[in-house]
């Protein structure tokens, strides 16, 4: 059974930072695009951003470009999203998420396209 944990959550001053991780398990990581979504209270889940299999392309929400940084490590099965320049809007549960690439360039904000989802980490923003 495929395993998505999330960790690196937590509370955070207005223009702090923190970098969340996304162990991958039972699944051929690098076949796979990964995703960061997020959800706050009251709220549709959101799409944050998206990386490629390769590392070679990666996507972002509008809000949150620029100031977030999405990257992989393959040979650790590990996803991760570095967070800048927080806002209390940033608050929410963030989740991780694996698409089956299948050798494709593939990127989707679409939460539907994905095959996998972790349990996801609280991240709340203090003003």
């Known amino acids: 059974q495929v395993q998505l944990v999330e960790s690196g959550g937590g509370l955070v001053q207005v223009g702090g930072s923190l970098r969340l991780s996304c162990a991958a398990s039972r699944l051929t990581f690098s076949n796979y695009a990964m995703g960061w979504f997020r959800q706050a209270p009251g709220k549709e889940r959101e799409f944050v951003a998206v990386i490629n299999w390769s590392s070679g392309r990666t996507y972002y929400a509008d809000s949150v470009k620029g100031r977030f940084t999405i990257s992989r490590a393959n040979t650790q099965n590990t996803l991760f999203l570095q967070m800048n320049s927080l806002k209390p809007e940033d608050t929410a549960v963030y989740y991780c998420?694996?698409?089956?690439?299948?050798?494709?360039?593939?990127?989707?904000?679409?939460?539907?396209?994905?095959?996998?989802w972790g349990q996801g980490t609280q991240v709340t923003v203090s003003s």
């Open positions: 998420a694996a698409v089956q690439a299948y050798g494709r360039d593939y990127l989707t904000p679409n939460e539907y396209d994905y095959n996998y």
